[in-house]
């Protein structure tokens, strides 16, 4: 017979046996990654430059987008949750990205993705290196761009001439107009980014604000406006009211002229009558 304390023992071994399968499959803590670089732009003599400021975001393996900019020796650091894959955008008004290393793209738009497997991996830190250090062509290169928009501006019955089709950047700075022609065409030039479109016209409501980025390949953008209401004064609009203004004041003007003119003759006729009628006591006294 197999003894009691034997028994008990082969019970809880199988106990533990199938409970460690329930125990292993409990969720782990997310490993923590990140993903660093820097960003640049060439220079003359073949020299870099660092670039600040530069928006970078990263849309990690959950799909969680995460955010970060450049400091001023152009470097980058991001800390991401799933590693499985990552999508990377740079951005910076009046740039644009011309080459990275361990990406590919673009994919879905202006994002790149990013080869993990051939990105260097620090396991200590868990942190990829996207680029080499600044002083290499390894590095995200970026360049000073513009861009071009261009379309149409009309109303329901028509081409909109002399609208004027202004652009200012998102975030901030001066903006950039251009006016329409006979057939409602407009075309600005400036530098790449994202823009504010917004048209206005006389006897036109202004439009709403229409966001757009700006790349090197030429974008466009039409515009509908719609007629203001026209305000009436006793059943004239203020053109009309405007005009009888001027007609009324410009008669009243030639008036108060031909008077005065007429006033200052008669004046002058009297005058000329008394100096006749004087008598000449010189010639009486001679003779």
Known sequence: MIPKAALFLVAATALLAL?????????????????????VEGGGSGKTLPVKDVDVTIVDGSGAECR???????????????????????????YTLIACPNVSGPDGGDLLS????KTPYDAE???YSLTSGPDGWQCAIMAASSGIVRGTVSYE?????????????????????????????????CPTGRYLIQV????FAPSEASEITLSSNPSSLSVTLSKSPVKTYFGL??????????????????????????????HRRIEVLEDLEEPDDQDDGVR
Not at 69 to 86: K, L, N, V, Y
Not at 158 to 183: F, I, M, N, Q
């Open 19 to 39: 409970g460690a399968p329930y125990a292993c499959g409990a969720p782990a803590a997310a490993e923590a990654h990140a993903i660093e670089g820097y960003v």
């Open 200 to 203: 206005s016209c006389q006897g």
């Open 68 to 94: 970060g900019r450049t400091d001023e020796g152009g470097f980058f650091h991001i800390e991401i949750g799933s590693a499985s894959s990552a999508q990377i955008r740079f951005q910076k008004h009046g």
């Open 237 to 266: 609009d203020m053109a009309h009211v405007l005009m009888l203004i001027g007609i009324a004041l410009g008669t009243l003007l030639v008036v108060s002229t031909w008077a005065l003119m007429r006033h200052t003759g008669t």
């Open 114 to 117: 990013i080869d993990l497997a």
């Open 125 to 127: 830190t868990g942190t």
């Open 157 to 189: 019955k028509g081409w909109v001439a002399g609208a004027v089709v202004s652009a200012s950047p998102v975030s901030g700075g001066a903006s950039y107009t251009a006016t329409t022609d006979d057939r409602g065409n407009y075309e600005i030039q």
